[in-house]
């Protein structure tokens, strides 16, 4: 008889965009079928899953620290198993020993979900794995993230190559899900509870499958499901359609929130980083957007200090994000990722001075936030309940159709219904309002 003891229980935290949260998902519940027991403590855990991003040296730097805090457990604990999966395990592969020789197994962003046979041995499996190549994308089952809402991935992959971006090497080419395979998921989410689902893509406006594009896979979605709100992420300026817009302006279960990286107001810095397309372009998609959807929030990506930006080009940014007024940003200052385009041009821009173009920067959107979340108050936004506030239990905190956190006083939160709610303030970075009655 084996002395082994058996691995019943597992932790699973997820590092990196809402792509990886939705992989993150699945993997749990593929080992939830196969018999293993899911634990919020990772203490009471026998496996150890961490699904890593790759995106910028920081959030590598935040896995390995985290797995010096596990190894520690490994000592108290000699049969405890770590997995590292996603796109760190297929950047570094083998590599990741030499820096974390305690790691188990190493899977990569295609490889991740054979885990559970990865962990019984079976024939064929090994413990570091990432090649590319799905036998069927659509095999991969997405799960409800939540009680009322859950992500489907719709596309794999990138082909945009930007140049300063790890994801294409990571993720490997694009790739579409069929489009039936994203209703049917969706379905069955909404079959579960979900009021909301999110269809996940590097660049979603390039989904094509068969004949469907991704106006139409949307028209499909909110046409042939029972599911009440739609949302999606993230789009590619170049290749962001009117069409698009005028679906979004025609169906109401389209949220009016689109998640739009700009990256640089300077056009030499666009075509250095691969983007296609000119700033004046930018402008003229968020006129129309605009245009056509009244209460529309639209939220970007920013990267400052990228190779040879000058204090001109940086301004051009600033001046940018003035003009346009986004709701929200994420806001990176630049980090070189080997292998890539830009890792071979010299990363001059110095570390202090990154810093200090990305706190303006942040200094400035914050104050645009706060400008844009103003014109919220007095509306009446129709509002997902999520749970109780995060700060005090006297709130719930909801997610207003633009996306925008909002809070309201209560002690029982009706979590998963869409209701009314009048925004009565807002800072920065939340609204507060009241639940009406819906007329
Ligand atoms: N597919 C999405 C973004 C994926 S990565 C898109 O194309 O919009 C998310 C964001 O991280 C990017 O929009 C970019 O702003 C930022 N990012 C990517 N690589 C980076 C790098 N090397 N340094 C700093 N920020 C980076
Ligand atoms: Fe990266 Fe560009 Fe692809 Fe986005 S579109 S994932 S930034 S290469
Ligand atoms: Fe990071 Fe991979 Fe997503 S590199 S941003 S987790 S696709």
Do not use: W
């Not at 000058?310 to 806001?331: G, N, P």
């Amino acid at each position: 008889m084996s002395t082994k003891k058996k691995l019943e229980t597992f932790h699973i935290s997820t590092y990196g965009c809402q792509m990886n949260l939705a992989d993150s998902s699945t993997i749990a519940s593929s080992l939830t079928t196969r018999g293993y027991r899911r634990v919020a403590d990772e203490n009471e855990a026998d496996i150890i899953v961490l699904n890593t991003c790759s995106v910028r040296e920081k959030a590598e730097d935040r896995v390995f620290g985290r797995l010096g805090e596990i190894f520690k457990h490994k000592k108290r604990k000699p049969h405890l198993k770590i997995a590292v999966v996603g796109c760190m395990a297929q950047r570094l592969a083998d590599g990741l020993k030499e820096k974390a020789p305690h790691v188990d197994y190493i899977l990569g962003t295609d490889r991740q979900f054979e885990l559970p046979d990865v962990l019984e041995g079976r024939e064929g499996t090994h413990e570091v794995m990432t090649a590319f190549g799905h036998e069927n994308i659509d095999a991969i089952q997405p799960v409800k993230e939540n009680e009322h809402s859950g992500f489907v991935t719709i596309s794999r992959g990138c082909d945009n190559f930007c140049t300063y971006c790890i994801v294409p090497y990571v993720r490997g080419r694009e790739q579409s899900h069929s489009a039936d395979h994203v209703v049917e998921a969706v379905n069955k989410m909404v079959n579960e509870g979900a009021a909301e689902v999110t269809l996940l893509g590097q660049n979603v406006n390039s989904y094509r499958h068969e004949g469907t594009d991704f106006p139409g896979l949307l028209q499909r979605v909110a046409g042939e499901t029972g599911v009440r709100r739609i949302r999606y992420m993230t789009s590619h300026p170049k290749d962001l359609s009117r069409r698009l817009v005028d679906v979004m302006a025609e169906e109401p279960k389209l949220t009016p929130h689109v998640h739009l990286p700009l990256q640089s107001g300077s056009d030499r810095v666009l075509r250095q980083m691969g983007r296609v397309y000119s700033y004046d372009h930018y402008r003229k998609i968020i006129d129309y957007i605009r245009d056509r959807l009244p209460y529309v929030s639209i939220t970007t990506d920013l990267i400052v200090g990228f190779p040879s930006e000058t204090l001109d080009e940086y301004e051009m940014t600033l001046k940018a994000v003035r003009e346009i007024r986004f709701d929200s940003a994420f806001m990176f200052r630049y980090s070189v990722r080997p292998g890539t385009t830009a890792a071979k041009y010299e990363d001059d821009v110095p570390e202090a001075e990154k810093i200090e173009r990305l706190n303006k920067l942040i200094k400035i959107q914050q104050d645009i936030a706060f400008e844009r979340n103003q014109r919220e108050v007095g509306r009446v936004a129709l509002s997902l309940v999520e749970g109780l506030s995060r700060r005090s239990k006297e709130y719930a905190r909801a997610r207003t159709d633009g996306n925008k956190t909002v809070l309201f006083k209560t002690h029982r939160p009706p979590v998963g219904s869409i209701i009314p709610v009048k925004i009565s303030s807002a800072d920065a970075f939340t609204l507060h309002g009241e639940p009406v009655e819906e007329n």
